[in-house]
């Protein structure tokens, strides 16, 4: 230990300038680090939502699930499929290898893959829904009005300048309502 204090102790130009590119690569990292309170982060994961109206969980499953995920079987990358047909609805949820070194690229081949299911029935008329499942996805705040005094004619008034107000505030990106009874 001590030949390697007695090297730089002798060699003061070379300790200094090691010494000032090891702050000047540090400085450098600090100011390059992706730096955000609430980062994007990616799951390595899709959902792959089809609708078809009035077609009972076995139609789904024959008519479009199965065809979804026999054109997803060949590409490579994906480590597992899950699914669930449902009345009216396909859902098909689709894990990526850890290892993959582009997910990009699995991710437009699954797309691609989804895009080349051409035999769906006649009503299915809107594309299947492709998402990746990333933070950006899931609210950070959840609010919740509710009253026991109030009536909700009123109550559905005050949710409504509130949402207006949540919009005007500056980073919130969107939002979005759940609970409302009909009128």
């Known amino acids: 230990m001590q030949s390697f204090f007695r090297f730089f102790a002798s060699r003061h130009t070379f300790a200094n300038v090691f010494t000032i590119m090891v702050i ?6 600090f ?22 109206p009035g077609a009972s969980p076995e139609d789904v499953e024959l008519n479009v699930t199965n065809k979804i995920e026999d054109e997803i079987k060949g590409v490579p990358g994906i480590k ?33 893959a989804v895009n080349n299911v051409t035999d769906l029935p006649p009503e299915v008329t ?8 990333t933070t950006s996805m899931f609210p950070i705040i959840e609010v919740g009005l509710s009253s026991t005094k109030l ?23 969107s939002v979005s309502r759940f609970g409302y009874r009909d009128r």
């Open 24 to 29: 000047l690569i540090g400085l450098n990292s």
């Open 31 to 52: 100011l390059g680090i992706q730096r955000a309170p609430y980062p994007v982060v990616d799951f390595g994961e899709m959902l792959i939502i089809t609708q078809y």
């Open 80 to 112: 597992y499929v899950d699914s669930w047909s449902n009345e009216n609805i396909s859902t098909v949820h689709i894990m990526i290898e850890t290892d993959v070194k582009d997910t990009q690229k699995v991710k437009d081949d699954v797309r691609n």
């Open 126 to 133: 809107q594309l299947p829904q492709i998402l990746d499942l």
């Open 151 to 173: 009536p909700y004619k009123e109550l559905r008034e005050h949710a409504r300048l509130f949402e207006k107000k949540l919009k005007n505030v500056s980073g919130v990106s």
